[in-house]
């Protein structure tokens, strides 16, 4: 059965930093691309980055990009989100997913989710 | 690329058919998923390039178009398929979600 365990969630300070884990199993994790989105309090959903199965390529949504950096180690079966320079309208629920095909970057679709970690920008 | 969905919000009843639409602000040719989200839950997706059924999701849920133009069918409405959904463009290698359509009982 493919699981995806999410962190928990976590309130930090704005300026702050955070990094958002995602643990894998029941499927072969060094295979497929990775993606985080999120979700704030009430509204929509927001793609956020994704990497890909080996970890070479890396995109990102303009909102995050040059604060938050995606990884993963595929030894471990874990995905991160390293999050810098906290803002509060980065509060939200963040999802990890899972691409949907082996060894494709884009251009798929997501059919696994974690439960989600909310985080929470307040002084 | 902006997803754009319409309407935003749905009221309909148990049985009817229903279609919302998503438009792309530019040709995604059929990098085009559903989702299907309900409170408190990680989305489902639904409908995958454009027309194709997830495995195990019902099959009264259909989809279609490509290119700009994309619409999503629930025929005969089932209490279970009140939720809000979501189009997503995964053309770009920036994904973007369009708004969401809110789908609630009359």
């Known amino acids: 059965e493919v699981q995806l365990v999410q962190s928990g969630g976590v309130v930090v300070q704005p300026g702050g930093s955070l990094r958002l884990s995602c643990a894998a199993s029941g499927f072969t994790f060094d295979d497929y691309t990775m993606h985080w989105v999120r979700q704030a309090p009430g509204k929509g959903l927001e793609w956020v980055s994704l990497i890909s199965w080996d970890g070479d390529t890396v995109y990102s949504a303009d909102s995050v990009k040059g604060r938050f950096t995606v990884s993963r180690d595929n030894s471990k079966n874990f995905l991160y989100l390293e999050m810098n320079s906290l803002r509060a309208e980065d509060t939200a629920l963040y999802y990890c997913a899972k691409d949907g095909e082996m060894v494709r970057v884009n251009q798929g679709y997501f059919d696994y989710w974690g439960q989600g970690t909310l985080v929470t920008v307040s002084s | 690329i902006q997803m754009t969905q319409s309407p935003s919000s749905l009221s309909a009843s148990v049985g009817d058919r229903v279609t919302i639409t998503c438009r792309a602000s530019q040709s995604i040719n059929s990098h085009l998923n559903w989702y299907q989200q309900k409170p408190g839950t990680a989305p489902k997706v639904v409908i995958y390039?454009?027309?194709n059924l997830q495995s195990g999701v019902p099959s009264r849920f259909s989809g279609s178009g490509s290119g700009t133009d994309f619409t999503l069918t629930i025929r005969s409405l089932q209490p279970e398929d009140f939720a809000t959904y979501y189009c997503q463009q995964t053309y770009s290698t920036r994904n973007s979600f369009g708004q969401g359509t809110k789908l609630e009982i009359k």
């Open positions: 390039a454009a027309s």
